[in-house]
């Protein structure tokens, strides 16, 4: 594929400042531009389209035979071993998929369950035996399937999964059960129609112990007829409220027996004789060690949802830089949409978010190539690669969702129509904000990670350094909250409205803010767990309860945080002069938005004086304003082009119809045939009555 980017720079009529397209489409592609490029190239070929209007039985079809053009394109290897075929590049895996969002949803996420969840079990969970004897077929598509690990009774919970597999040593095999109704594992991709295999999630019980769950390798159907083999039952999702390409389904199995060595035994074996051993001691830690492996599916799904706000925001800017309504400004022009300041407010920020969002995401992507190509691999760059999925993924599939139903809303009866992309986008992406962790539940990990880091500082400091703590937090308290903060404040603004906005411009002070508050969050919840630990559990669990919204308003912060920053280093990687000071005030508005969303927060807690605060709304409107002549540029960089919109109001075809519209009325306004507009009629009258 050629490169999307064009090399000129785009002047505007923002007083001679130039954004440089290409170089910011560099900048956005990042480190696995190669790959983005072939994906892109890939996902704008029309038999990976999704049409709109087929029924779910037809849509599932054209999904299973899309996977087998992503094999024939050599798109899927690119994360397993190379003496399978693959390149082990994980980071460039999950850059390609997720683009595929641009083709159909659905074609993504049933990759998503082939490759980067049965493939990755296999891959990370099981042994190069395992490797040898199944991904090969699951490469090639000869064995379609299924990641059984979610149950009716318990989703997010997964360490409460009910389904079990006891040894047998006199058999030498794993007899799987879902021993109740709740235990059958349900919104299974693949398990309706295709899948023939599975990696199911169970309680291993040796000996008469339950070891925790672990993954086994079970055969569903028979490869020639597709029917279910004796014991395994299942049950068809049928329509959902988007993904209809894909076949969810349910699976139970009964007395199921699979050999000893169809266990995923890397973190945890079973010998001959029925005895345990694992390579990692602790229960606990062997659980989400093997969870961790996972990951790859929260990575991508940030990924994806960045993808999707980039498309819905070039639609809806491009047709709101084109569709006009209302002259107010003269009696004979119309109004552009994308001049109104509350246009502006509705797109523009999501803009900002959104770039914000995918410079986060190449950060998150490059740890997570660090963690599985073995270059940064300890406990701690795994545990940091899994907080960094869940704030990152809660944040971004929120946003997508946001920004779609803004965007169809912002374009009017227009946006409602499927053809244009939003409603269809929307319905696909609903549920990526609860498959693969429900994002509230995500926010609480990335809580109780903030909480053990923050109580960690404190662990082995002397009494001395805890008193001068406390003391330093009183200090603060008093000073922010007994009003100092303002009135320093107030005094370095001297009642200047240009100083205070001038304050919250600088960067140092936004990071400071929003720094502040997590810090501060972070800080009370910890003062008012304190102890808990110690309770009987009932009531630790009460304490706990009292304070979850507050620890996942924490969490929100701290990912907001985790974005402006990565928002702010990719600033040092922009060369032009004129893209710089262009995406600095992309960023600056990113920032304030932020604050201005929870001024209500720094008002109660002293963080900022009354001035400043009402200067932030109007400050946000100037740099709205500035940002308006770049608003083209800006989507223009995302590199999508129609083969990746296919949105007819972003082709032009609106311009066309202003522009014939507005022929047609000089026309008439330079011709005799004109009518005369009745209340000029009436207005000529009261003139000539006076008279």
Not at 215 to 232: C, H, M, N, Q
Not at 586 to 608: A, C, P
Not at 620 to 631: E, G, M, Q, S, T
Request: net charge negative.
């Amino acid at each position: 594929m050629t490169d999307v980017f064009t090399a000129t720079t785009i002047p505007s009529n923002d007083a001679g400042t130039t954004v440089d397209v290409a170089e910011l489409g560099r900048a956005l592609l990042g480190r696995w531009a190669d790959v983005r490029l072939q994906a892109r190239a890939l996902a704008g070929l029309p038999d990976l389209h999704k049409v709109e209007g087929l029924t779910h039985t037809e849509h599932r079809k054209r999904a299973f035979g899309q996977l087998g053009l992503l094999v024939e394109h050599n798109a899927v290897h690119r994360a397993f071993p190379q003496r399978l075929g693959g390149n082990n590049d994980h980071g460039g895996n999950v850059a390609g998929f997720e683009e595929l969002v641009t083709a159909d949803p659905s074609v993504q996420i049933k990759a998503g369950v082939q490759w980067g969840l049965f493939g990755s079990a296999v891959l990370h969970l099981g042994t190069r035996e395992h490797q040898d004897k199944w991904l090969p077929g699951i490469m090639s598509l000869a064995i379609p399937g299924c990641f059984a690990m979610t149950e009716i009774g318990h989703g997010s919970d997964v360490a409460s999964i009910a389904t079990t597999a006891t040894y047998d040593p006199g058999t030498e095999e794993f007899v799987i059960n879902t021993p109740f109704r709740a235990a059958w594992k349900e919104f299974i991709g693949n398990a309706a129609v295709d899948g023939l295999a599975a990696v199911v999630f169970a309680q291993l019980v040796t000996r008469g112990v339950n070891h925790g769950v672990h993954a086994f390798y079970v055969e569903l159907r028979d490869p020639s007829t597709k029917e279910f083999l004796p014991g395994i039952g299942g049950l068809d999702d049928n329509i959902k409220g988007g993904l209809n390409g894909i076949d969810n389904g349910r699976l139970h199995f009964t007395n199921v027996r699979i050999p000893r060595t169809n266990l995923l035994n890397r973190y945890g074996d079973v010998a001959a004789d029925g005895t345990y051993s694992s390579p990692i001691a602790s229960p606990g830690r062997r659980f989400f060690t093997m969870l961790g492996t996972l990951v790859q599916g929260r990575v991508s799904l940030d990924g994806a949802a960045v993808a999707a706000s980039k498309v819905a925001l070039t639609i809806a800017i491009r047709y709101a830089a084109e569709r006009r309504q209302f002259n107010a400004a003269s009696d004979t022009e119309e109004v552009v949409l994308l001049d109104y300041q509350r246009h502006q407010r509705r797109l523009l920020p999501r803009l900002a978010t959104t770039y914000a969002a995918a410079f986060a995401h190449e950060k998150l992507l490059a740890k997570f190539d660090d963690v599985f190509s073995g270059a940064n691999d300890s406990d701690e760059d795994r545990q940091d690669l899994e907080t960094l999925a869940a704030a990152l993924k809660s944040l971004s599939t929120w946003h997508a969702l946001e920004t779609l139903q803004e965007c169809r809303e912002a374009c009017g009866g227009a946006g409602f129509m499927v053809e244009n992309r939003f409603t269809s986008l929307r319905a696909d992406l609903d549920v990526y904000a609860t498959f693969e962790g429900d994002n509230t539940v995500l926010l609480q990990l990335v809580a109780k990670r903030l909480l053990a880091d923050y109580s960690k500082e404190f662990r082995n400091l002397d009494f001395g350094v805890l008193a001068r703590f406390a003391v330093g937090q009183a200090a603060d308290l008093a000073f922010n909250k007994t009003g100092l903060r303002q009135v320093s404040q107030f005094v370095a603004d001297t009642g200047s409205a240009q100083k205070s906005a001038k304050a919250l411009k600088d960067q140092d002070t936004q990071h400071q803010m929003l720094a502040g508050r997590v810090q501060t969050m972070v800080a009370d919840v910890a003062g008012a767990l304190k102890g808990a630990a110690k309770l009987p559990q009932d009531k630790a669990a009460e304490i706990f309860n009292e304070h979850q919204n507050e620890l996942i308003e924490a969490a929100r912060a701290h990912a907001e945080l985790l974005q402006w920053e990565s928002f702010t280093e990719a600033l040092g990687g922009i060369a032009d002069e004129g893209t710089l000071k262009v995406l600095t005030r992309l960023r600056d508005l990113f920032g304030l938005t932020l604050i201005e969303k929870h001024l209500d927060w720094y008002l109660m807690n002293g963080r900022i004086s009354m001035q400043r605060a009402r200067t932030l709304a109007p400050y946000i409107n100037r740099v709205l304003a500035k940002l308006r002549p770049h608003a083209l540029e800006l989507v223009d960089a995302f590199g999508y082009g129609p083969e990746h919109l296919r949105a007819p109001i972003a082709t032009g075809i609106e311009r066309e119809r202003q522009e014939e519209a507005r022929e047609y009325y000089r026309a008439m306004r330079a011709s005799s045939d004109a009518p005369i507009d009745e209340k000029v009629l009436l207005l000529r009258t009261k003139v000539h009555g006076r008279k």
